[in-house]
């Protein structure tokens, strides 16, 4: 069956500094990846997507993320962060179905000046 | 294009009323699902339906009923609402292919069981 794994409930960052966001995934086959992202309030905003292809994809607001088979994680990661950038982050992986998403349990940035 | 609504966008209910979670959207999508998101958890697929007339249930989907008549509109019902059915609601649209697609998330709706 298929899962994903956010290891880190709540991570604080201080404005500028740098971003990792862990998403471990269990599937049988090629998975398809999502980052999204859940503003205060908000519905989620897709930031990134992996299908195929270029193991390190880049996505909106400056965000990336890079697919590791190996270690079976497609973690997401930015260069300096911004205080806009506080939210929750959810990574989801897609079922045999093509459509069933699964969502992991999500990381709650928090981001001080 | 509205992309997804959801309506309401707050409800509050007591223990075994009914009500009905609307959802809809102009994209065209064949592809629909409600989730629901409780803290800790993420969120949780309820049901799903794959075009106008076919529905299928998700990974929580007891105590809700789904259909879908029409492309456009994809609503939730709850027949007995019970104090666990507090979260919040997402409805989300996508296309339907081949290959998976992204999925498109409305505003969501906060429900309240009393």
């Known amino acids: 069956a298929q899962s994903v794994t956010q290891p880190d409930i709540h991570i604080t960052v201080s404005e500028g500094a740098s971003l990792e966001l862990r998403c471990n995934y269990s599937?049988?086959?090629?998975?398809?990846l999502f980052w999204y992202v859940q503003s205060p309030g908000q519905g989620l905003q897709l930031l990134l997507k992996?299908?195929?292809?270029?193991?390190l994809v880049q996505g909106i607001k400056g965000f990336e993320a890079e697919f590791k088979r190996s270690q079976s994680s497609f973690n997401l990661r930015k260069p300096s962060v911004h205080w806009s950038d506080a939210a929750e982050y959810f990574c989801a992986v897609v079922g045999d179905t093509g459509n069933q998403f699964y969502f992991g349990t999500g990381t709650s940035l928090t981001v001080i000046p | 294009n509205a992309g997804v609504t959801q309506t309401p966008k707050f409800q509050v209910l007591k223990t075994g009323q009914s009500m009905t979670l609307q959802c809809a959207q102009d994209m065209n999508h064949e592809y629909m699902s409600w989730y629901r998101q409780d803290p800790g958890m993420g969120l949780r697929l309820i049901h799903y339906?794959?075009?106008?007339?076919?529905?299928d249930q998700g990974e929580v989907p007891n105590g809700y009923n789904v259909s879908r008549s029409t492309t456009e509109d994809f609503p939730l019902r709850l027949l007995s609402a019970a104090p666990s059915q507090t979260s919040v609601y997402f409805c989300?649209?996508?296309?339907?292919?081949?290959?998976?697609?992204?999925?498109?998330f409305g505003p969501g709706t906060r429900l309240l069981v009393l």
């Open positions: 989300a649209s996508s296309y339907s292919g081949g290959a998976p697609e992204t999925q498109y």
């Open positions: 339906s794959v075009g106008a007339g076919i529905t």
């Open positions: 599937y049988g086959a090629t998975p398809y």
């Open positions: 992996y299908f195929s292809g270029d193991t």
